[in-house]
């Protein structure tokens, strides 16, 4: 498998998870990653992923969240001699509840770092601070979200 096909596997499978609410292998994805927040403050590692996507996502009765994380335009950019990569990619955010007709409730981008250990690519650093368009994050998370 190419590194570019093995670092957009990963942007796929951290939707996939976040959407199954297994929140416990999401942050595992990001166990040797730094991570700057939409709030500006940088975490390391998984167990702090883990606590803030705890404290912040509604999971639902159904043990999900209700969401389906779109991930697109993966613009990856791999040092092969150095085992680095960067990707840059947009992610549009759906809902639906109960109480919420489906829609797009967020929309933004993803700047990556990768880097390849042991013959595998893991994810090194996210920004999560490039939340673009604003919807009705209120059955989403926990906490408000300013436009």
Known sequence: MSAATAI???????????????????????ERARIKTGGG?????????LALWRAHVRIFPDGTPRTKHVITNPIVEVDEA??????RSYYT????????PLQAICAGRYHDAFVRADGQWHFSERDYSMLDLVGDLSQHLLIPVAA
């Open 82 to 87: 150095a085992g680095t990569a960067t990707c």
């Open 8 to 30: 957009t596997n990963l942007l796929y499978r951290y939707a996939e998870l976040m959407d199954a609410g297994d929140l416990e292998a999401v942050a595992a994805l990001f």
């Open 93 to 100: 955010v759906l809902q639906q509840t109960d109480d919420l």
């Open 41 to 49: 403050e940088v975490v390391e590692g998984s167990a702090p992923m």
